[in-house]
């Protein structure tokens, strides 16, 4: 398929994980408010960490889809990661590529998620021919819902999913974008 290519927008650069990426990016996935968001295991610990940037990577390689790592343009601080996940779960679960994304909580509230989003979104309907997008998130996620609905996606349904096998089953929305909206 190929590797991660590199996005720049106005204010960030979506890039490939690095090694060095790992300090931070766990830091973002163990804050309370991530875990919360994301319904991560208790058990959920750096070397899982690790283990995610290193599947976003393979992913990019054997299926073209993956997770960026995100960072601000000017600082080139890491602030977290979006991308397309063409997960390995059962159909019925997962209705196609998703769009997801993850910030460190003190990055919240600057529209990183939704600039970020778009990019993925764009990459999604330009480059991967993708008819429809979909984005799984917690019932209870009401900010990444937000972000969801300002790049133009919809609610499709609501079911209790678990969207990784270490993940327990939870109540998602299923949220699906047909078109893309510049």
Not at 61 to 81: D, I, K, P, Q, Y
């Amino acid at each position: 398929m190929g590797v991660c290519p590199t996005i720049e927008t106005d204010r960030l650069v979506l890039r490939p994980f690095r090694d060095d990426d790992l300090v931070d990016y766990f830091a973002m996935e163990d804050s309370p408010e991530v875990r919360t968001g994301l319904g991560t295991s208790d058990e959920f610990r750096k070397p899982d960490a690790f283990l995610k940037m290193a599947a976003w990577l393979g992913q990019w390689e054997l299926r073209g889809t993956g997770h960026w790592a995100l960072e601000e343009r000017n600082s080139g601080r890491f602030v977290g990661s979006v991308g397309l996940n063409q997960a390995e779960i059962t159909p019925l679960d997962w209705p196609g590529v998703e769009v997801g994304w993850t910030l460190h909580p003190d990055q919240w509230g600057r529209g990183y998620a939704t600039e970020a989003g778009a990019a993925a979104v764009g990459y999604g309907f330009e480059e991967l021919r993708e008819a429809q997008l979909f984005s799984c998130i917690l019932s209870d996620n009401s900010r990444s819902h937000a972000v969801a609905q300002r790049l133009g996606f919809r609610l499709i349904t609501e079911k209790a999913v678990s969207l990784l096998p270490s993940l327990p089953i939870e109540r998602h929305q299923i949220w699906a974008l047909d078109t893309y909206l510049e």
